[in-house]
């Protein structure tokens, strides 16, 4: 019987790196990471591991204004979308003046 336990499979690694601009708060920041997690005992991998997986737990599924489904029956899609060309009609009212498009568009 061995002594030392041969491991199984290794386990396969994510090999990504990221670039921060090098500004000193942005060093501060990682020095500050690392020496935390060094009290902790966890490595910097660890840390930017579960870093990644709260914010994507806190902001999943995302941005829901940027979903194009969420557009109902009768709205008329942003101008970008539909290619639509306002016609302005001049509205009043006392002094005040403004335009109206049929899209419901507003301007000053």
């Known amino acids: 019987m061995p002594l ?22 942005n060093v501060a920041l990682l020095k500050s990471a690392r020496m935390l997690a060094a009290k902790d005992g966890w490595s910097l991998s660890r ?7 709260e914010y ?6 995302g941005n829901p204004q940027l979903i194009l489904g969420h557009w109902n029956e009768g709205t008329p899609l942003p101008q970008t979308v539909s290619g ?5 009609m001049v509205r009043g009212y006392e002094k005040e003046r403004w ?10």
């Open 4 to 25: 030392v336990k041969e491991s199984e499979d290794p386990k396969p690694f994510l090999n990504h790196s990221f670039k921060v601009s090098a500004t000193p708060e």
């Open 47 to 53: 840390l930017i591991r579960t870093a990644m997986a």
């Open 56 to 61: 994507v737990e806190r902001h999943s599924p």
């Open 99 to 108: 335009f109206d498009c049929e899209c419901g568009a507003q301007r000053a």
């Open 84 to 88: 639509h060309k306002h016609k302005w």
